[in-house]
């Protein structure tokens, strides 16, 4: 039996509370780990007892099977009079975030990083006239203090700041999950560490359950040697350096700014995951995969390390790959799942 999906809207004002539902001819969602993720809905331009959508004051949430699978605000809305159809665009609630700033110094010392994401979500949302959604109820921890401060004159996004912060050696991902509490939608910050994956028994073979794949070996960012840039001008520029010993590969060298990390020890943590991810040539893969078979959709999720195996002519993948996005599209009553896998070594820590 095929999905059923509903979209329905909100205000940023008051985002749980449902005012419509959409008519929808089709849709596409996203989710990401440690990103943004987007969706589109397509509905009449006209039709009866259509809401009013307005772009940037409007909440979207999307369910697949009476669970929720996506929410975030309406940035833009398109429509084609002509066609009599019209396209509503939304971006998580991360998205949201990246739309804001510190502007009241934030310092942590010596605080767990989990603490201190928290503490920056926390901040946001105790803003006045914030949309207050993401909550911050978790209480594991890392086993890795950082102290770090964010000066209310450099007006650092928060979004970004929270990329950021999880973007480091041993580090920590984070995803924006979707539940119902009684008829109400929460948007929970859930935070994992370290920043490796999931590991997974799960198997996706291009014989089995991946009706079609594309792929890529991609060695334009490799570095053997990398140099994370941080505070300072001139010789007294902070300078950290993370080398891979023993490689394969030619001496080839990348430079990356983080202008605003005074700290030697945390710089370092950046410069190390900058070389784990560019120390060897990534092999990425999108696949698109089968609804209806094992491992059935909502048992596996974004930051899962798997098996993904699929042998034709001169490609030859067998091995252990991170899902990094899923992508579901519904139209003519058919749901088509797109799966991006990137290789589990190039989320190791150095």
Same mark, same amino acid.
Request: charged share 15%.
């Given at each position: 039996m095929p999905a059923q999906f509903r979209a329905l809207i909100a205000t940023v004002t008051a985002p749980t509370v449902f005012l419509a539902e959409l008519p929808i001819t089709g849709l596409q969602y996203q989710t990401?780990?440690?990103?943004?993720?987007t969706a589109t809905v397509e509905m009449p331009l006209e039709a009866p007892g259509a809401p009013t959508i307005a772009a940037g004051s409007t909440v979207l949430w999307i369910e697949r099977n009476d669970a929720l699978v996506f929410g975030?605000?309406? /940035?833009?809305?398109? =429509?084609?009079?002509? !066609?009599n159809t019209a396209t509503v665009s939304a971006g998580d609630f991360l998205? +949201?975030?990246?739309?804001?700033?510190?502007?009241?110094? !934030?310092?942590?010392? &010596?605080?767990? !990083?989990?603490?201190?994401? *928290?503490?920056?979500?926390? +901040?946001?949302?105790?803003v006045p006239d914030a949309l207050n959604i993401i909550g911050t109820a978790g209480t594991n921890t890392s086993g890795v203090n950082i102290s770090r401060t964010f000066?209310? /004159?450099? *007006?650092?996004?928060?979004?970004?700041?929270?990329e950021q912060l999880a973007d480091v050696n041993n580090g920590f991902d984070f995803v924006l999950e979707l539940t119902y509490q009684g008829n109400t939608p929460t948007v929970? $910050?859930?935070?994992?560490?370290?920043?490796? =994956?999931?590991?997974?028994?799960?198997?996706?073979? $291009? !014989?089995a359950n991946i009706e079609t794949l594309s792929f890529t070996a991609d060695a334009t960012q490799l570095a053997t040697q990398v140099d994370a840039l941080g505070s300072g001008e001139g010789p007294d520029k902070l300078v950290a350096t993370a080398t891979q010993a023993s490689s394969a590969y030619a001496l080839t060298q990348s430079t990356i700014a983080f202008?605003?990390?005074?700290?030697?020890?945390?710089?370092?943590?950046?410069a190390d995951r900058q070389l784990a991810l560019r120390r060897a040539p990534i092999t990425a893969v999108s696949a698109v995969i089968r609804p209806d078979v094992d491992p059935l959709p909502g048992t596996y999720a974004v930051g899962d390390i798997v098996?993904?195996?699929a042998k034709r002519g001169i490609l030859d993948i067998a091995g252990d790959f991170r899902i990094t996005t899923l992508s579901t599209?519904?139209?003519? &009553?058919?749901? *088509?799942?797109?799966?991006?896998?990137?290789?589990?070594?190039?989320?190791g820590t150095i």
């Open positions: 990401a780990i440690s990103a943004p993720a975030g605000v309406i /940035w833009a809305v398109a =429509g084609d009079a002509g !066609q998205t +949201y975030l990246q739309r804001r700033t510190i502007r009241a110094t !934030q310092t942590f010392t &010596n605080a767990d !990083q989990l603490d201190v994401a *928290r503490g920056i979500v926390d +901040y946001a949302n105790a000066p209310s /004159w450099e *007006r650092k996004n928060v979004g970004a700041a929270l929970e $910050l859930v935070l994992t560490s370290p920043n490796t =994956g999931n590991p997974t028994d799960h198997v996706f073979d $291009l !014989q202008s605003d990390i005074a700290g030697a020890t945390l710089l370092g943590t950046h098996e993904l195996r599209a519904f139209a003519n &009553n058919q749901e *088509r799942i797109t799966a991006t896998f990137a290789e589990a070594a190039a989320f």
